[in-house]
């Protein structure tokens, strides 16, 4: 399923550690409109826990996360 | 049962220990049980006084400092230090998560400004959010509570200048490599490691070291626990402002109070001296030490023990800050204890038993802790505090 997401935009966030990953992604929220879907890419682990809950929180749609080469793809639907 | 049955529940049970998160409120209890037991056993825990240590060694070792410090392998402050990091590295390779990652130019600039500022700030404080604040407020001393007033203030100012930081620099998108590998025997490793530290502690044992070799133990315990729990003392005051979760300052909470009531009973017991851990920094150092370090521990995006055990996972900006910080606290801290002027600017040691006696003290400092948690829960809710950029 998290195979065939089509982001809108895509969030380098690799290398950031907390909370760096969680405010760029605020940012670039806030310049997206309803329904876009953004996808994040991290290396940090503590973003796994922190996005999905930051999501929830702020009442946007975590939509799911796919590992790949060293890093993570994460991807969250905006309300 | 069956050998495929029991291989099973070996499997869950070391998929729940490293593959999963522990929940903040378990090892919030946990770090405060290590806490009580490890003063119990010898001292407090703390972390700066262990990087100063290392920071005095470098310093000296440059021909800077004359007089040499502790040796690092005897001194208990290194020790816990030095087992933080150990049991923070064994941890995530048995999690599968040691890699080394790198991050852009600007965040390692962070990871070194944030790291000098701490060390000023816990100079001042006389520890780090853990010796300042958290093992303070448990030897019943008044600075500790002022530290953590410093700490919300100095984190609030810190939160700010990120939301600046991302309207007016530009840094780019991140981009930085991350260098993992050997995922397949990464436990085993991790086995190895953690092994290694129980080796270690045997070996002082046969020295006559024993103290030592079980503070170094006590100090892996921490890193374990901390690591596996993401637990980060700086989201229990940054986060208040930044996304209102109160899942942190709930295992807080618990660790603290585990940790007040068994400092109380160790001290009122006369088990343990009254005055150890009960910094002289009433109310200067406390206070203006805790705002600094409040700002550099959300600059570094790592707290005292937060830097220490991310450096453990392989993280090269944690790396420079506890680097900086080692340097500079014990820079600062020298510098103070030679100038009596300074020295007194600090403080004196508050021990709060005698103003109020044993009973009235752990009375106030668990409400107050209480409101803390009603107030972060609240906040939760209502999101009060949270300040947008």
Known sequence: ?79 | MSEGELKGILKRGYGVIFYENWPIWLSGIIIGILSVLCFAWGRPWGVAGGLKNWGDWIFYGLGIYSKSPEPFFQSTNSLLTLGLLWGAFGASLMSKEFAIRFAPKWELLKGCVGGIIMGVGSAMAGGCNVGGFFSATSALSLSGLLMMIGLFVGAYLGLRYLYWELEHISTGQGGAASTSGGQAVQPYLGALVLLGSIVFAYLYAQEALTRQGVLLLFGVAFGITIQRARFCFVRGFRDIFMTAEAEIPKGITFAILISILGFAILKWAGLRGEEVYVPQAFWFGALVGGIIFGFGMVIAGGCGSGSVWRAGEGQVKLMLAVLFFALSTSLTENWINNSERLLKLMGTSVFLPNYLGYFWTVVVLCLFFLLYLIVAVWNEKTEKFLVEP
């Open chain 1, 1 to 79: 399923m998290v195979d065939e997401i089509k982001p809108d935009q895509t969030l380098d966030a690799r290398g950031l550690s907390c909370p760096m990953p969680i405010l760029k992604t605020k940012k670039a929220i806030e310049k997206m409109k309803s329904g876009e879907i953004l996808e994040i890419l991290g290396t940090d682990p503590g973003t796994k826990n922190d996005l999905p809950s930051f999501a929830k929180k702020a009442g946007h749609e975590f939509l799911g996360l796919k590992e790949d080469q060293g890093f993570t793809r994460f991807y969250i639907k905006v309300k």
